[in-house]
């Protein structure tokens, strides 16, 4: 999907992708969102310590042992709304 075009998902929105109320397991980094239903690694949205359904840029930055480059594999479904 063109970043242009991409659809915005409030954090509400984002919430319910969790791996938990829904299918889908989605989380947010940088303002965008991706698509990691996926991944073996973040199976029912928990990914070592850390859920789906919310921002975790700050996470990534302060606790991860790998960079954002994670996300290079896995679709950009949309953008963050700022509420
Ligand atoms: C305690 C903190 C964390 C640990 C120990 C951890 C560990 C790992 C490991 C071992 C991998 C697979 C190897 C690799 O690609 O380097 C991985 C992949 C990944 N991590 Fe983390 N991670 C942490 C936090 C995070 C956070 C905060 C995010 C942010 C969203 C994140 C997103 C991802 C993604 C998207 C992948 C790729 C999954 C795949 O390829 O299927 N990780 N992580």
Redesign the pocket.
């Known amino acids: 999907m063109k970043k242009e075009t991409l659809p915005f998902y409030t954090k509400s929105q984002l919430a319910l992708r969790n791996g938990q109320d829904r299918k889908e397991i989605w989380?947010a980094?940088n303002n965008l969102i991706?698509d990691?239903s996926?991944?073996?690694?973040?199976q029912k949205g928990k990914?070592?310590?850390?859920w789906?359904g919310q921002d975790?840029t700050e996470?990534?930055k302060n606790?991860?042992?790998?960079n954002e480059n994670?996300?290079d594999?896995?679709e950009v479904v949309g953008k963050l709304k700022e509420n």
Do not use: G, M, Q, T
Request: with cysteine; aromatic share 24%; net charge negative.
């Open positions: 989380c980094y991706y990691v996926s991944s073996r690694l973040w990914h070592y310590e850390h789906a975790l996470e990534l606790d991860a042992p790998h994670v996300f594999k896995f």
